[in-house]
């Protein structure tokens, strides 16, 4: 199952970039990684990209 699988990737970030979602992670008492995970899975939900109840991709027209 795909939702319990965590794949791993490099990403580079400024280091001004980092800091301030650094500074964001530690006023929501989370780590950098869950602050990233945090928000792409929001955004990924806030574009209609997630199933509301499979949590499956949805597929969009191209």
């Known amino acids: 199952m795909l939702k319990d699988q965590k ?3 490099v990403l580079r970030l400024d280091a001004k970039t980092y800091a301030l979602i650094e500074k964001w992670a530690a006023d929501e008492f989370r780590s950098v990684n ?3 995970e945090y928000v792409i899975h929001k955004a990924l939900k806030d574009a209609g990209r997630l199933a509301k ?3 499956q ?3 969009k027209d191209a």
């Open 57 to 59: 991709a949805e597929k």
């Open 34 to 36: 869950g602050q990233l």
């Open 7 to 9: 794949k791993t990737f």
């Open 53 to 55: 109840e499979t949590g």
